[in-house]
């Protein structure tokens, strides 16, 4: 919180976010003797926009899994081979990524988001974001969970305990769970 281009929370927040993590990584990686430092990027993640790619290539940070053109779907087969307890864990970005560009990122508003996911989490929904729009939550949920989320019952407890958080509306997507569904606001400039 303390680099206004990060809380900014313009298109390029991974940027600086990921500048300043590897700068502290390469920091550690000095003082611990490590030869490199490498992330999880991936050959999906080419897909859409990655403005953190750019600090991983200006650090020299290696991407193993995107150097060997592994999809998400090859690596949790590799992992489930490999009998790794996370190989099917829901992928889980940054809670920044919850807001549209140009929303401040708070303490608050991050506070929100994660008390949102835990919610979902808790009602055993596997794939899903909490989106902030001010006092909007607008929720994306897997489609095949979408039917269960519309129950009506389910769907008042999960509107009124999202209003206890602090939101107004609750709006479930009835376009379901899309990685990186804000990033289409950037594809209209």
């Known amino acids: 919180f303390e ?11 991974c ?3 990921k500048t300043e993590l590897f700068a502290e990584m390469e920091n550690l990686a000095t003082k611990l003797e490590f030869a ?11 897909q859409d926009f990655r403005p953190g790619h750019r600090a991983a290539r200006e650090h020299q940070v290696l991407a193993p899994l995107l150097e060997a053109q592994l999809a998400k779907s ?5 992992s489930r081979q490999e009998r ?3 190989w099917d864990r829901p992928a889980s970005a940054c809670l920044s990524s ?6 401040p990122v708070t303490i608050q508003n991050l506070s929100q988001i994660e008390r949102g996911e835990a919610i979902l989490r808790e009602m055993d929904f596997r794939q899903f974001r909490v989106r902030h729009h001010g ?8 489609s095949e969970e979408l039917p269960r989320a519309l129950e009506i019952n389910l769907a008042e407890t999960l509107a009124e305990r999202f209003k206890q958080l602090g939101f107004t509306s609750v709006v479930l997507d ?3 769970y899309r990685q990186g569904s804000l990033n289409a606001a950037l594809n209209r400039k």
């Open 84 to 86: 790794l307890a996370t």
């Open 74 to 78: 090859e690596i949790r087969e590799l």
């Open 98 to 103: 919850r807001l549209p560009y140009g929303t």
């Open 15 to 17: 940027y600086h976010c």
């Open 135 to 142: 006092e909007i939550a607008r929720i994306e949920i897997a």
């Open 36 to 46: 490199a430092i490498a992330y999880g990027v991936n050959a999906d993640d080419m």
């Open 174 to 176: 009835p376009q379901g």
């Open 3 to 13: 680099n206004p281009n990060y809380v900014a929370n313009n298109a390029d927040r």
